[in-house]
């Protein structure tokens, strides 16, 4: 079963790093995804994401404590809105898919919202 949470956690990994050089795919959640899969596994993996500047203390501040930083609020909740704008729009003719969308999305920003924020 290790080699299978080892498996997903590196296909996050590699789905995450995409978002490095391609604007607006997010790489944070996939990356928080990977440290979960990994860190029992992988911890040098984990510990490498961590050292990532600009994404590694945010990942970190997530996994270990469940933290949000105000500016990651911010951009999180309006990449999930952005999300839901272009998708509402593919999605315009099926009042379901619409209605299922912004529900998803609202949970979703619902729970970033509500994330503590680290210490200063």
């Known amino acids: ?5 080892a498996l997903i956690g ?20 996939f990356w928080i995804a990977a440290v979960f899969c990994l860190a029992e596994s992988h911890p040098k993996v984990r510990d490498w ?11 970190q501040d997530f996994v270990e ?3 949000i930083s105000r500016k990651s609020k911010f951009v999180a ?8 704008g272009l998708s509402g729009w593919f999605l315009r003719g099926s009042p379901l ?3 299922v969308l912004i529900g998803a999305i609202g949970i979703g920003i619902l729970f970033v919202a509500t994330r ?3 210490a200063a």
């Open 77 to 84: 909740i309006g990449g999930m809105l952005l999300a839901c």
């Open 10 to 29: 590196f296909v996050f990994l590699g789905i995450g790093a995409i978002g490095l050089v391609l604007p607006l795919w997010p790489t944070t959640i």
């Open 49 to 59: 994401i961590y050292a990532r500047p600009g994404i590694g203390q945010i990942v």
């Open 97 to 99: 898919g619409l209605a």
């Open 65 to 67: 404590r469940g933290e």
């Open 1 to 5: 079963m290790r080699w299978l949470w």
């Open 116 to 118: 503590r924020e680290p």
